[in-house]
């Protein structure tokens, strides 16, 4: 069975509500093309929509610039200088986005499905590490 396509952004679509999980375009949804069948084509935890969130999949340090952190936005957009809460499991610790970055190009915003490196103000290497959280601070 070939992946199912959204008519309107092209993406392999999840079927939530109706609706793509990408662009939200309405959806016909057919008793052949269950949900759960679906689900397997598009990353589930993906939401445009809502605070910013990214999983911290990898960190390192610039030379003279500071720390980044490596992942895939899981949910809203984040912008430079928005303010961010790094959760993890020793508590959380506030910071800002100083820079973001896509396959080497410089970027003012992100949104979900992004692959990006975030450069964080005032963090050390040792106080961030794969698997913690980065959010959009409320």
């Known amino acids: 069975m070939a992946s ?3 008519p ?3 993406s392999p679509v999840m079927v939530e509500n ?3 999980a990408f662009c939200q375009a309405p ?3 057919s008793g ?3 949900p759960n069948a679906v689900q397997q084509f598009a990353p589930p935890s993906l939401t445009i929509g809502g605070a910013f969130s990214m999983q911290v999949a990898d960190v390192f340090v610039i ?3 500071g720390t980044v952190v490596t992942g895939t936005v899981a949910t809203g957009s984040i912008s430079v200088g928005d303010s961010l809460l790094i959760d993890r499991p020793r508590g959380t610790m506030d910071t800002r986005c100083a820079a ?3 396959f080497r190009k410089q970027l003012d915003t992100a949104t979900a499905g992004d692959n990006v490196g975030l450069l964080l103000d005032r963090v050390d290497k040792g106080q961030v590490s794969p698997g913690d959280w980065v959010r959009g601070r409320t």
Do not use: H, N
């Open 4 to 6: 199912p396509t959204c």
């Open 8 to 10: 309107s952004c092209g």
């Open 18 to 20: 109706g609706r793509c």
């Open 27 to 29: 959806l016909a949804v």
């Open 32 to 34: 052949a093309t269950a």
């Open 63 to 65: 030379a003279k610039r």
């Open 100 to 102: 973001i970055e896509m």
